[in-house]
């Protein structure tokens, strides 16, 4: 049994590490990853904010990225304007026992977001109906999208600006991806942001 463990831990990693090597090697996603960090400088610079959005450990996620930002990344600096969606539990058992569970981020986007902000969004099968909810009214907003999906993208996938579909099918390793990507774009805003980098 302990040497089926121990298979079974080399084969998880070796799993995470065939993801990010496709990823490692793609270009293009690369490029789309450039083109996520820009929209949210642009948006910072122009006193936006960053909304973020998951369910479950997509939600862990996207509350870890904002308080990458609005808390510190790799130096000390000001803090940035990013907020997870969920983080009001009064406002979330309200909203979804009044109107109903696919309503709780797009409603208070209504109410905190305007134009020219930036929504991330996260969901492994990219068909979450409160995050789809939410990127149709970020639309209509003039809020730009960011979808962190799985290989397919989902329902999100025509709804996104930028569109980081990890190549996998397998919900932990594209949530193992997602945090990476994550965290690639943090490091990128925060360095074009203050003119320093972690070297």
């Not at 990693?13 to 400088?41: N, P």
């Not at 990219?126 to 993208?153: D, P």
């Not at 774009?185 to 203050?194: A, G, R």
């Amino acid at each position: 049994m302990l040497e089926d463990m121990t298979a079974r831990i080399a084969a998880c990693i070796g799993e995470s590490i065939d993801v990010k090597q496709l990823l490692l090697t793609d270009t293009l996603f690369h490029e789309k990853i450039r083109k996520a960090a820009s929209f949210m400088v642009d948006t910072l610079r122009s006193d936006g904010k960053v909304h973020f959005c998951g369910n479950g450990g997509s939600a862990a996620d996207a509350q870890h990225l904002a308080a990458e930002l609005s808390g510190r990344f790799y130096f000390d600096r000001p803090p940035l304007n990013a907020e997870a969606l969920h983080c009001n539990s009064s406002y979330l058992t309200a909203v979804g026992n009044d109107y109903g569970y696919e309503h709780i981020f797009s409603r208070l986007l209504r109410g905190t977001g305007k134009a020219g902000d930036v929504l991330v969004g996260i969901s492994t099968s990219g068909n979450s109906q409160n995050i789809v909810l939410a990127f149709s009214v970020a639309k209509e907003m003039n809020i730009r999208t960011i979808a962190l999906t799985g290989r397919g993208g989902g329902e999100m996938a025509s709804l996104s600006d930028v569109l980081l579909n990890v190549p996998s099918s397998d919900t932990p390793r594209i949530q193992e991806s997602h945090i990476l990507i994550g965290h690639i774009i943090c490091e990128l805003v925060e360095t074009e942001l203050f003119g320093k980098n972690r070297l």
